[in-house]
């Protein structure tokens, strides 16, 4: 937001320096990017007169010209500007001045004759004809402005004499991207009296506007307030100087007095305006209304957009002649055979706006606004200024009556004064008085223990709110440094955070290196890993403004990602990596909006010698040291992903948790990868429900244990896990642990069998074991082991 110091005075007389202005202003709390001294690339530049023009001796189209400048003596300058007169006023940079651009000017010769300086057009100070139309733009800048003297400093002309702040406005300060907002809140700043004029219509003769027009607001949700006034004899012209020098201070094109009365009101007051041509306002009846669907609106720009009915337009009863807070519609453009204009001011719903004009690539000044939510008591007063201005400029009769349609009378909102737990929560000691003096200035009314909040702010609905206000106006600086007071809430890692923090130090321990890869991916990565077409891994999130395909979906599965940063450390030749990462996968629910989001563990080896059951031995490092319930391990020979004869799902207390084991071949292959590479996807967001309970002390045993081994003839295709497993059921209370030490195939050992070697170790916490007491916990365990697995001993 651009604002001129010279027309803020208007409002509130601020003797600050800029930089003075500068800083008390960011203090508090309307923060100013930088300031602009308009002024300060023109220098000793002055209105001069031609006193004397006569052609250049050595040239067909340059003239010697005798200027006053205002000095003891007339000075020459030779132009080649052919616009210029005796008597004329025009801009003259002198000798050693400066124009924008950081042109210098010096005295020097022009065939011949000497030149003490130049004569300057629109362009080379900076402007065009839209700040002054009268003057041409390839020639000099001949000055018809009254109250101009020679030797006059040409800012003070052209209103450069100015500084132009820049304010950087949060979103929820929508008051503020107005001159009127930033005047409250410097006069509240500096202390200073705020002066705010109440605009004042007289009228005129030219007839009632309720016998031309009619306003029906269909949409009261989308439109909470819908005001109109009417111009009728319009004269459509320049606008006064002191206006178009507002307006380009402010960064706007000034274009014609109509036009520049909506943009002038918008930047006083904050509040968008339009004005339509009631010449093409069909049966003179203005509908609000949602667009239809399909239908197509050419705005002023001149591109034609075509519309949703999620969008809100201005209509006639034929047509749509404007998209609501956005751009007004080509055909219903001021032009200069314009006689009768309607006046537009109105409060659409923020959403709406902000949606249409991203959906149509068309974000302008009053979509902007618009889109941050703006006081619908300001829809008045607006209207009122802009007549005002019309009638100040001659540039219309204003016809009796306002069209204002309100859906609902705004109450006002009050909040609680609490000067207590003000001071408590800011940690000062202000009085009640010299609070309800700070909001005074800010516009709040005390009513009683409540305060009546101005209804241009919208962000004040809590204590907290209140507080801010009374701090930053008593100076953040002021307030003191001192200690929390009573107890405050310790800081730390939540239980998910501290597991996460030990998993990465048993993975680093065991030589592993974390890795970070991206969320996203190529729909190609399912095809890289050999995932089956009807895969419900398939199902993505697809993102909707992707870099590029690459990084278009959301990821479904981890191992892709370590894949890759395998293969990348592969083809660098690192003969060995270890890698694991804890990262999100993304996996879409039917009937809701966003996916489940579940951390994996994903670890990666390749060479060291590591095989299956290296990466094994580690997993169940990992999850012994994460106290899980009991681990075991079913062979998957299914998973595309992985060799058949070399992987397994990873269960924890009989709940598969994940998978691990030798990547096929075929998706090494892919990878450009040709040794064998070693990979597991465990859920950890599922372990971290699978815990067991955290260990107690448990005092030293008072008696022996009893070791027995047992050598076992199996099927082949039993597993140590299944017959541990078979043990442990049978064992009972005696049985406190059971270790797999010998695994042994052939000679004596029948075709399709193996021996199993166990140790086991019996206890009793309050007694000695008998052998009868050991024999019966071994007989058990054979029969057990004889009638499930047919397992008999060796």
Partial sequence: MNISRKWLNEYTKITATDKEFDDAMTMSGTKVETTEVLSAEIKNVVVGKGLEIVRHENSDHMWVCLVDVGEAEP??????????????????????????????????????????????????????????????????????????????????????????????????????YSIIGIAREAAATFNQPLTLHEPEVKGSDAGSMFDMLDVEVEDTDLCPRYTARMVANVKIGPSPKWLRQRLHACGVRPINNIVDITN??????????????????????????????????????????????????????????????????????????????????????????????????????????????????????????????????GAGDVMDGVIDVLSYVPQPVTVPFEPDKINRHLGTDISPEEMLEYLGRLGFEAQGDMLKVPSWRSDIHYMADVAEEVARLYGYNRIPTTMFKGATAQGGYTDEQKKKNLTGILCRALGYSEILTYSFGSPSMFDMIRLPEDSPLRNVVKILNPLGEDTSVMRTTSLPCMMETLARNNAYRNKSAKLY???????????????????????????????????????????????????????????????????????????????????????????????????????FTKLLTLLAPEAVYQPLPRFPAVERDLALICDDGHTAAQVEACIMAAGGKLLRKVRLFDLYRGKGIPEGKKSLAFNLELRADDRTLTDADSEGVISAILEKLRKELGITLR
Avoid at 366 to 392: H, W
Avoid at 632 to 652: E, F, I, M, T, W
Wanted: proline letters at 4%.
């Fill in 75 to 176: 000075i020459q300058i030779v132009t080649g500007a052919q616009n210029v007169k005796q008597g004329d006023l025009c801009p003259v940079a002198k000798h050693n001045s400066y124009l924008p651009g950081g042109i210098h000017i010096t005295k020097g010769k022009l065939r011949g004759e000497k030149s003490n300086g130049m004569l300057c057009s629109l362009k080379e100070l900076g402007l065009t004809v839209n700040d002054f139309p009268y003057a041409i733009e390839d020639g000099i800048f001949i000055i018809e402005e009254p109250d101009v003297y020679v030797g006059q400093d040409i800012n003070e002309v052209i209103g450069t004499d100015d500084s132009v702040v820049e304010f950087e406005i949060t979103n929820n300060r929508t008051d503020c």
């Fill in 264 to 393: 002038y009101v918008m930047l006083e007051y904050g509040q968008p305006m339009h004005a339509f041509d009631y010449r093409y306002v069909g049966s003179g009846k203005i509908i609000v209304r949602r667009a239809k669907e399909g239908e197509v609106l050419t705005t002023l720009d001149g591109n034609a957009h075509t519309l949703t009915s999620k969008m809100l337009v201005i209509a006639d009863e034929e047509k749509a002649i404007g998209l609501a807070g956005i751009m007004g519609g080509q055909n219903s453009e001021i032009l200069d055979t314009t006689t009768t204009v309607v006046f537009e001011s109105a409060n659409f719903d923020g959403t709406c706006i902000r949606q249409t004009a991203n959906a149509l690539g068309m974000r302008t000044d009053a979509s902007t606004k618009f889109e941050k939510g703006l006081d619908p008591l300001n829809t008045y007063p607006a209207i009122q200024r802009a007549c005002e201005l019309v009638e100040m400029l």
């Fill in 581 to 683: 990462e804890l990262a999100k996968i993304y996996l879409p629910q039917e009937g809701e909006d966003l996916p489940r989001e579940d951390v994996i563990l994903t670890m990666g080896v390749y060479g060291s010698g590591t095989d299956f059951f290296t990466l094994k031995g580690e997993i169940e490092a990992v999850l012994r040291g994460l106290n899980t319930k009991s681990v075991s391990c079913v062979a998957q020979k299914s998973n595309p992903s992985y060799h058949p004869g070399r992987c397994a799902d990873l269960l924890v207390d009989g709940e598969i948790v994940g998978v691990y084991g030798q990547v096929h071949p075929l998706v090494a292959a892919n990878y450009g990868i040709s040794a064998e590479v070693y990979c597991a996807e465990i859920n």
